[in-house]
């Protein structure tokens, strides 16, 4: 039973380029969440979604940065125009959604970012 | 708005000796608690939860925690690490109120010694 999977796991891109991060959710989860973590620091929600729907975004930047969740295929988190202040591990989480409470979630092994 | 913190940001402690980690939190209503262990290069893996019930939570690896309400504490413990057991240790908390979006304490890094 594969668990969440991300890809690429490093990533070097230069100022100005595109970034793009890959999340396939552990099977049967059909929510997906991302965090960033700088470097000797914890983790910092970003981003929550659902198939097709974006649920909370509260954690993104408001530029740059964007995320979806397509119908068919894994969740992409997005970050345009890159800048050294991007270079950090991107994490991935999936859950199921229980009927209560709030749900368990799964961490992938996450994509470190560096921007040259 | 929830907060966790993690008061030592390094812990050493000899193999076969017992650990303790630190989380306090901050929020108004019963927080879901979890420990998460990050080996190096690695992603989060979860050790064990606290949702409701018993304050006292089982987890894997031979780590518990306990739930302390009136201390807003959630401490890891292990009775005697493994030269395994060093990786970073970051406790985190939920709340129904703000989604499943989790907030993460700063993180533990424990150093095992033979």
């Known amino acids: 039973n594969a668990g969440v999977m991300q890809n690429p796991r490093h990533l070097v891109r230069r100022r100005g380029q595109e970034a793009r991060l890959r999340c396939s959710p552990m099977?049967?989860?059909?929510?997906v969440y991302w965090y960033r973590q700088l470097p000797e620091e914890g983790l910092k929600f970003m981003v929550y979604?659902?198939?097709?729907?974006?649920?909370?975004e509260s954690g993104m930047p408001k530029e740059r940065f964007s995320a979806e969740f397509p119908k068919e295929g894994p969740s992409i988190l997005r970050i345009q125009q890159v800048v050294r202040g991007d270079s950090a591990a991107y994490f991935c989480?999936?859950?199921?959604?229980?009927?209560?409470?709030?749900?368990?979630?799964?961490f992938g092994p996450g994509t470190r970012l560096t921007v040259l | 708005a929830q907060s966790v913190t993690q008061p030592d940001i390094h812990i050493t402690v000899s193999e076969g000796a017992s650990l303790e980690l630190r989380c306090n939190y901050s929020?108004?209503?019963?927080?879901?608690l979890f420990w998460y262990v990050q080996s190096p290069g690695q992603g989060l893996q979860l050790l064990l939860k606290?949702?409701?019930?018993?304050?006292l939570v089982q987890g894997i690896k031979g780590f518990e925690a306990e739930f302390k309400r009136s201390q807003s504490s959630f401490n890891l413990r292990k009775p005697s690490v493994h030269w395994s057991d060093a990786a970073e240790y970051f406790c985190?908390?939920?709340?129904?109120?703000?989604?499943?979006?989790?907030?993460f304490g700063g993180g533990t890094r424990v150093l095992v010694k033979p």
């Open positions: 989480a999936s859950s199921s959604r229980t009927s209560g409470g709030i749900d368990t979630q799964y």
């Open positions: 099977k049967g989860h059909s929510h």
């Open positions: 979604l659902q198939k097709e729907n974006i649920i909370d």
């Open positions: 929020y108004g209503a019963t927080p879901y």
């Open positions: 606290y949702f409701s019930g018993d304050t």
């Open positions: 985190a908390v939920g709340a129904e109120t703000a989604g499943n979006k989790l907030t």
